[in-house]
């Protein structure tokens, strides 16, 4: 097809010709110049090429730039006479030769364009051969590029995977000790649970037995309260203000009349402990004063009477005034001293003071007990007293039986009775001591 082209159209393929060398030497120039095509994308270089041929075409058609560069390529075996016959001629001297030359340079022409297909063949596949070898050294590059990120990425990927590792470990030990501690909060709390649903439980059943116990205490009182109402209606007006005057209070009054019942017993209690520290206190004083004495009195009746002194009974049963007793002159003994006589009689009325003032201790702590007493009494009467507005008075007209009337005294005799527990527990001690000191006080007396 390009020799019957060649042959029909000379001038045509005389510019065919000079388009293949120029796209030729533009494309061995690009592979001088390094150039390593677009890589990856898509082929490009006919376009390139073609803009390539047409600005060379424009600047200089004439010339043969690819003959000059066609010895690069290997496969490519030109001679110096072929390159000599690439020349091109000028339009002037075609039109002067014959058409033997015409046909000889034409035949000469298709030669060297069927070596030029040949040539370009072999330059096309080397071409390939270069893209080929660019495509693979590309894909390398772009896969060392990418492995190495690759192993970045990947590198940093263990290091992660190796913190969320740790962090799972410990998240999942935080877990283990959560649901151990969860665990024994939960039988903690199951244990308390239990045991406030037993108090719970015991306490339910003892608010229903006092429950039962109050409904039954309220009915018991209501049946007293009708039989009180009952025999207050059938007493007289008399025994009706004997029994509102001994009747007990009721509501804030008695609390406040125990309250100060109380305090009154609390004032008893310390007024009875105060006199008996002041008493054994005296009574220790006056003991070691009166022993003191009484050895003073035998040194003196020893140094006198030598010979009488081992008669005299010194038992520790005997008393004070016994043994000061015993040391005065008797009517047989006339020839002691003044001085003795006189000692002995300052001893005595010593010993008679202290006794007479221990008595009159002993006698204002009696006092006080009694006293005490008294207004414990007095308290306790008053605290049973109830206003007679409470009661309701009954008819005029209602008869009394006299079985009732002669019951009322014992009934009111033992209302005024005060209450055992208030009686006070520290006069039989204070009376058992008077009784007990009466002896001493009377020796006193005697000496």
């Not at 209690?269 to 009574?283: G, K, P, Q, S, Y």
Request: hydrophobic residues 30%; glycine residues 4%; charged residues 30%.
């Amino acid at each position: 097809m390009v020799s019957e082209a060649v042959n029909k159209d000379p001038i045509s393929s005389d510019r065919f010709r000079l388009d293949l060398m120029q796209m030729q030497g533009l494309g061995d120039d690009d592979m001088v110049d390094g150039d390593l095509g677009d890589g990856m994308g898509g082929k490009k270089a006919p376009s390139s090429t073609r803009k390539k041929s047409q600005s060379a075409r424009r600047s200089s058609e004439p010339q043969l730039p690819g003959a000059e560069d066609a010895a690069s390529i290997p496969g490519l075996k030109i001679t110096e006479e072929q390159r000599a016959r690439w020349t091109a001629p000028c339009c002037g001297s075609l039109l002067d030769l014959s058409k033997d030359e015409l046909k000889d340079r034409l035949k000469a022409a298709s030669e060297v364009i069927d070596a030029l297909c040949c040539e370009l063949d072999v330059a096309h596949r080397y071409l390939e051969g270069k893209y080929e070898a660019l495509k693979i050294l590309q894909g390398k590059a772009i896969l060392d590029k990418a492995t190495g990120h690759t192993k970045s990425l990947l590198q940093k990927s263990e290091e992660r995977a190796k913190e969320l590792e740790k962090e799972v470990n410990s998240l999942q030990w935080e877990i283990s000790f959560k649901q151990v501690q969860m665990k024994r909060s939960d039988q903690t709390w199951e244990q308390k649970y239990s045991r406030i649903l037993s108090e719970n439980k015991s306490l339910s059943d003892s608010l229903k037995e006092r429950e039962q116990e109050t409904l039954q205490l309220r009915a018991e009182n209501a049946a007293q309260r009708r039989q009180s109402q009952e025999l207050l209606s059938m007493l007289s007006v008399k025994e009706r203000r004997l029994y509102q005057g001994t009747a007990p209070p009721s509501g804030p009054d008695r609390d406040a009349s125990v309250l100060e019942l109380d305090a009154q017993r609390l004032r008893r209690e310390e007024a009875l402990t105060v006199a008996d520290a002041f008493r054994i206190a005296f009574e220790q004083q006056l003991k070691k004063r009166s022993e003191h004495l009484l050895l003073l009195a035998e040194a003196n009746a020893l140094k006198c009477h030598q010979g009488k002194g081992d008669g005299l009974n010194r038992s520790p049963s005997m008393s004070v005034g016994q043994r000061l007793r015993a040391l005065l002159p008797s009517s047989l003994d006339v020839n002691m001293s003044a001085d003795l006589l006189v000692t002995l009689d300052r001893l005595l009325d010593l010993l008679n003071d202290k006794e007479e003032a221990l008595a009159h201790q002993r006698k204002v702590s009696i006092m006080l007990a009694r006293s005490a007493e008294q207004l414990q009494r007095q308290l306790h009467l008053e605290s049973h007293q109830r206003p007679s507005s409470l009661l309701p008075e009954p008819p005029h007209g209602a008869t009394q039986p006299r079985s009732l009337s002669a019951a009322g005294p014992p009934a009111r005799q033992h209302t005024e009775l005060p209450h055992p527990q208030l009686q006070p527990q520290h006069e039989p001690s204070d009376r058992s001591r008077a009784a007990g000191q009466t002896p001493c006080c009377q020796e006193s007396h005697e000496s």
